[in-house]
């Protein structure tokens, strides 16, 4: 007849020959992976390759920053003087939108102007819901320089 303590004993000397063994085991490093046509995204992010390999372009987080252009009759006022709307990532900073609209459209902007939107209140058949809240960035460009947002529009 084998006790409770027994069971337990030998369940851990089970577990301790496994971790013997995986702690045996050797971890190799990844394969560096070679690209035999450039990555096509805009012109303005690419990066220089060695000789011999191919363009790799980066964009990092730029089109996670900026969601998406607002198109109202308020904002296509706004862009006769060079202002453009944006709704952009709650967490974005005026930083980051600079540099995001820099890597994007290849224009450095003068000024960036945030406002956080609160979502509308909903009537619904259940009662009553709300929109989410957003962020709202309105993006100054220099004199002369503009960016065709409503392209295909």
Do not use: C
């Not at 000397?13 to 070679?34: I, L």
């Not at 920053?65 to 974005?92: C, D, R």
């Not at 957003?134 to 409503?150: C, R």
Request: overall charge positive.
């Amino acid at each position: 007849m084998t006790g409770l303590f027994d069971k337990i004993k030998k369940r851990a000397g089970v577990r301790g020959q496994a971790d013997a063994k995986s702690a045996e085991v050797e971890f190799k490093p990844a394969k560096e992976v070679k690209l035999k046509k450039p990555v096509e995204t805009h012109s303005n992010a690419s990066v220089q390759a060695p000789e011999g390999k191919t363009e790799k372009k980066i964009f990092n987080n730029a089109y996670r920053i900026l969601i998406k252009p607002v198109v109202s009759e308020k904002a296509s006022i706004a862009e006769s003087f060079n202002a453009y709307t944006f709704k952009v990532a709650k967490n974005a900073s005026k930083k980051h939108i600079k540099e995001a609209v820099e890597q994007i459209y290849g224009v450095k902007p003068e000024k960036v102007r945030i406002i956080n939107v609160e979502g509308k209140e909903l009537k619904v058949k259940t009662g009553s819901a709300r929109r989410g809240d957003w962020k709202k960035a309105i993006v100054t460009l220099p004199k002369g320089q503009s960016i065709n947002i409503h392209e295909g529009v």
